[in-house]
């Protein structure tokens, strides 16, 4: 590469190099100019490059195992796992009931199979359950423990291990940080198995609600009741608006956890009620996305496509409290027009699709 007067001479260095070469060094030498004060002019050639999409993988084949590969496959599949890599599966596990209020054990149990064709060293599923209960047992009884067992993952519970202090500079609604699993140090990639269900606190509750099962149980108090009331309904207590301070902390955990993948378990979904039990649809979907914000947007459109309660229905997806955080702590995309959605067997992709735009 040749300079002259101070000057990168790009039309000689693309004379000379590959695309991907010129689009390297260019952008090093971007960054050096911006920081000498040099302004920089780029050829109509770069500012017309496309933007970089986020893919989304959804499928429905019939059997889960068919159903999750092909969606993985689609996604991008799992070759960011080296053999010797040790791998986290982060599922749903909240309380003492079996799927759809956990996820589905069929999807784990699968997904560990595949993540184990990358000759991984250990594959892990971990999860803590909600305050008052006893994680083994409500493993145990959504049968997501034996199907990890059956498959030769290990089991590690919440309660096993300590929890670390972090304070992510962009976390501005846990202004004394909060403490998170130090099983996300023992391992090279997680991949979270959300699900899409109704919420009776948050509205909702998918990939980035899933982390609340990575902090700590007096983290989780604080996060419960910050800016949250609430009122007696007939024999139940319920949450009374807002719920913005708590859909703001929610993306904020994912600062401090570095995700592979997420794996959205549609096979069924609460569109109604409470996360644990409700009106439960059967869409049959599993979806798979590098990105954050697209999978639980397109999660979102999953449940908007099933009819799911007035919170989920009423607002765009992009003006949830949830996604609005992620957007603006850089957790993903940002629009619709920036998420590529790749199909196989869905018959209402299209319909689906419109909720995302």
Do not use: C
Request: charged share 25%.
């Amino acid at each position: 590469m040749k300079k002259k007067n101070n000057r990168f001479n790009i039309f000689h260095f693309f004379k000379s190099a590959n695309r991907r070469d010129f689009i390297k060094d260019v952008s090093i030498a971007a960054f050096g100019l911006m920081v000498s004060g040099t302004k920089i002019v780029f050829s109509d050639e770069i500012k017309k490059m496309p933007a970089h999409k986020s893919i989304v993988g959804m499928a429905r084949d019939g059997s889960v195992k068919k159903t999750l590969r092909k969606a993985v496959e689609l996604s991008g599949g799992l070759d960011f796992i080296k053999p010797g890599d040790k791998v986290l599966l982060k599922p749903n596990n909240n309380a003492n009931v079996e799927w759809p209020g956990s996820t589905n054990p069929e999807v784990v149990y699968e997904l560990v199979n595949l993540v184990r064709e990358k000759e991984p060293s250990r594959i892990i599923v971990s999860d803590r359950s909600t305050m008052a209960l006893d994680t083994l047992k409500a493993m145990k009884a959504s049968k997501i423990y034996d199907a990890a067992m059956d498959a030769k993952a290990e089991v590690i519970t919440g309660e096993q291990r300590k929890y670390r202090k972090v304070k992510p500079p962009m976390a501005v609604n846990w202004p004394q940080g909060f403490h998170i699993s130090e099983i996300i140090d023992e391992v090279d990639h997680i991949i979270n198995i959300p699900q899409p269900k109704a919420h009776w606190i948050t509205g909702y509750t998918m990939g980035f609600k899933n982390y609340v099962g990575l902090i700590d149980v007096p983290d989780r108090m604080e996060y419960l009741h910050k800016g949250l009331q609430w009122k007696v309904v007939g024999d139940e207590v319920k949450p009374v608006q807002p719920i913005e301070p708590i859909s703001a902390m929610i993306p904020e955990i994912s600062l401090a956890v570095k995700t592979s993948l997420t794996v959205l378990d549609a096979t069924r979904s609460i569109v109604e009620g409470s996360s644990d039990k409700g009106k439960v649809e059967t869409p049959g979907i599993i979806a798979a996305s590098r990105d954050q914000i697209a999978i639980d947007v397109v999660g979102l459109a999953i449940m908007k496509s099933l009819g799911a309660s007035d919170f989920i229905q009423i607002k765009p997806i992009w003006e949830q409290l949830q996604i609005k955080r992620a957007v603006e702590l850089g957790l993903g995309a940002k629009s619709g027009q920036e998420i590529d959605l790749k199909s196989s067997g869905i018959s209402e992709i299209e319909k689906i699709r419109s909720f995302i735009i």
